[in-house]
Antibody, heavy 119, light 112 residues
Framework: EVQLVESGGGLVKPGGSLRLSCVGS????????MIWVRQAPGKGLEWVSS????????YDAESVEGRFTISRDNTRDSLYLQMNSLRVEDTGVYYC????????????WGQGTQVTVSS | NFMLTQPHSVSESPGETVVISCTRS????????VQWYHQRPGSAPTTIIY?????PSGVPDRFSGSIDTSSNSASLIISGLKTEDEADYYC???????????FGGGTKVTVL
């Protein structure tokens, strides 16, 4: 069974940092591109960042470019999101998801981790 | 860059059929696959349609997806509506020009 488990969320002050983690199991993690998607309170889904299977290519949404860094460690079946210079508007639930093999779509999602940026 | 526009909400009675549209603002809807995600309040999204019209295992065949190039839109069709189908539904595609994932704003389905 494919599983994705996020961790690392919490309460942080504006300007602070957090590092989110996502551990995959039930599949060959190194074969798949992965993404982070977030959801602000009461709002829709917003793509944050993507990374290819070997980590060779990374793409970031304009809203987080220069502040967030996606990375992965295939030896640990893990995906990360380093979030720096956090803003109030970064508050929300952050989900990791596995990209399908063919289409640029997600087939499995984690349960999410809450990030709250507040003074 | 393009946007995907969905109706804010749709409602229908149990047993009926609802159709949720997802209109692409520029570029062809057929140029990249469309996915549909389902999300109940307080829960993570789940994938119900991928590659325009394919269902993951475990998703009932009451859910189907289609593409209409004449209207430049994708549709999610839910037939035989059940109360458990009440949720938010999001379409998603991909922008080749900048490698961005694009989500629609979401549609709240209410079963009357």
């Amino acid at each position: 069974e494919v599983q994705l488990v996020e961790s690392g969320g919490g309460l942080v002050k504006p300007g602070g940092s957090l590092r989110l983690s996502c551990v995959g199991s039930g599949f060959t993690f190194s074969d798949y591109s992965m993404i982070w998607v977030r959801q602000a309170p009461g709002k829709g889904l917003e793509w944050v960042s993507s990374i290819t299977s070997a980590g060779s290519y990374i793409y970031d949404a304009e809203s987080v470019e220069g502040r967030f860094t996606i990375s992965r460690d295939n030896t640990r079946d893990s995906l990360y999101l380093q979030m720096n210079s956090l803003r109030v508007e970064d508050t929300g639930v952050y989900y990791c998801a596995r990209r399908t093999m063919v289409a640029a779509g997600a087939d499995f999602w984690g349960q999410g981790t809450q990030v709250t940026v507040s003074s | 860059n393009f946007m995907l526009t969905q109706p804010h909400s749709v409602s229908e009675s149990p047993g009926e059929t609802v159709v949720i549209s997802c209109t692409r603002s520029s570029g062809s809807i057929g140029s990249n696959y469309v996915q549909w995600y389902h999300q109940r309040p307080g829960s993570a999204p789940t994938t119900i349609i991928y590659e325009d019209n394919k269902r993951p295992s475990g998703v009932p065949d009451r859910f189907s997806g289609s593409i209409d190039t004449s209207s430049n839109s994708a549709s999610l069709i839910i037939s035989g509506l059940k109360t458990e189908d009440e949720a938010d539904y999001y379409c998603q595609s991909y922008d080749n020009s900048n490698h961005y994932w694009v989500f629609g704003g979401g549609t709240k389905v209410t079963v009357l």
